[in-house]
């Protein structure tokens, strides 16, 4: 059992931390403030390879695994949530489901595209009715000759409607099966298609610079062979994607976490109250390191999941502890440093508010706390 980076992860670590500081700090506050979406960025991270990272070279990926976008994922949240869900949604919700289920003709015209990070694609599974329960999934897709009919609506759905997003995969009702239970399966929509609309961005919380939409088909056509893998399996890809997708929100939780230690080293040793710096009293010193202790074990969890994963091991209940631990003490560490902030704290042009109001919704997306304490017991035989 060895926790300990080897020279190659190391290396894209300390090469994604440099760029978090150097590219994404210093422009990434604007960008939240005013909510717009940072083409330059995601341009400059995919020179970087790092849309291309746990796939195989021969569409354009980089060789390495799901375990280094984690480590990316950790380093990028560590400075900014937006960016890092932004690679997030667009590696392991977008370009993932293509590359695990799709066909060859498939796999050759999309992933070039969005391994690069010339394109992004997001993933269709939430509805306006129904998230934690996706098998209540309403939008249906009917064959009409040669072509798919979708009718339907999806909430949330992030990199759906940036000017670089291709296309979106969208889970539907397509039948029933003998046993009388929903047949889901998963269709790709390219952007532009007539009948699929993209509603304004939301008004949100927090990863104010990442985007998310509303997407509505009303009576949209693609062709047939846009049904990505099998027909009636949509229910086993998605719980496949998300299963995966746990381990890189636990990633990026613990970056924020790490980043809420970082930001509140900096403020104690400069603050002074009371004649000293504030990080001179225990109770203050005490606060980061629990902060330390919280986001080290968060650390660990994922790294534990993740390599479970990579040896083709069980892997739900780790990924499910892992992002529910991990979420949870963002969360916490967000608050404490808000707290060591004081009053700044409160004010936007800090990252720890940013990190305030980015953190609630790692308890909430890809599984809520209470959907990862679900699957947990049920893994435990409950
Ligand atoms: C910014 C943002 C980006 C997102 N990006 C995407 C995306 O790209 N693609 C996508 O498909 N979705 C996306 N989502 C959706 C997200 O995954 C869902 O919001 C989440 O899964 C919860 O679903 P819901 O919002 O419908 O809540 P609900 O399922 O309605 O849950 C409401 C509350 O009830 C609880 N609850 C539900 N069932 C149970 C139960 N059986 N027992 C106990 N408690 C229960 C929940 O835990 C929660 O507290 C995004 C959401 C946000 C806010």
């Given at each position: 059992m060895d926790f300990r980076l080897d020279e190659e992860q190391q290396a894209l670590r300390e090469s994604v931390r440099d760029f978090a500081r150097e590219v994404v700090a210093p422009v990434i506050g604007e960008h939240y403030e005013n909510h717009t979406f940072p083409y330059e960025v995601v341009r400059q991270m995919g020179k970087m390879g790092l849309f291309g990272l746990p796939f195989p070279e021969e569409h354009g990926g980089m060789g390495g695994d799901y375990f280094a976008l984690c480590l990316a994922l950790e380093e990028l949240a560590r400075v900014d949530s937006s960016v890092a869900i932004t690679l997030e949604a667009a590696v392991s919700l977008g370009a993932m489901p293509l590359h695990r289920f799709g066909t060859a003709e498939q796999k050759e015209r999309w992933l070039p595209k969005l391994l690069s990070g010339e394109a992004l694609a997001g993933f269709g599974l939430t509805e306006p009715g129904t998230g934690s329960d996706a098998g209540g999934t309403q939008t249906r897709a009917v064959l009409d000759g040669d072509e798919w009919v979708i009718n339907g609506s999806k909430a949330f759905i992030t990199n759906s409607g940036t000017d670089i997003t291709a296309l979106v995969t969208v889970t539907a009702v397509t039948g029933t099966k003998p046993d009388g239970s929903k047949e889901l399966s998963t269709i790709i929509v390219p952007s532009g298609t007539p009948g699929f609309t993209v509603a304004p961005g939301y008004s949100k919380v927090g990863w104010n610079a990442s985007d998310t939409h509303e997407l509505t088909f009303d009576d949209c056509r693609v062709p047939a062979a846009n049904l990505l893998g099998e027909r009636g399996r949509g229910f086993a890809q998605f719980l496949r994607i998300l299963d995966e997708g746990r381990i890189a929100i636990a990633a990026l939780a613990v970056g924020l976490a790490q980043g809420c230690v970082d930001e509140s080293i900096k403020y104690a040793k400069e603050r002074q109250a009371f004649g000293q710096p504030i990080g001179n009293y225990q109770a203050i010193q005490f606060k980061i390191a629990d902060m330390e202790l919280k986001a080290h074990t968060a650390r660990l969890a994922y790294y534990d999941a993740a390599a479970r994963m990579l040896a083709g091991e069980p892997f739900k209940r780790q990924a499910a502890i892992a992002k529910l631990h991990a979420s949870t003490v963002a969360v916490d560490n967000a608050r404490e440093a808000t707290q060591i902030h004081g009053?700044?704290?409160?004010?936007?042009?800090?990252?720890v508010a940013r990190f305030w109001r980015d953190s609630k919704i790692l308890e909430i997306g890809e599984g809520t706390s209470e959907v990862q304490r679900m699957i947990i017991a049920r893994d435990l035989g409950m």
């Open positions: 009053g700044y704290g409160f004010m936007n042009e800090y990252p």
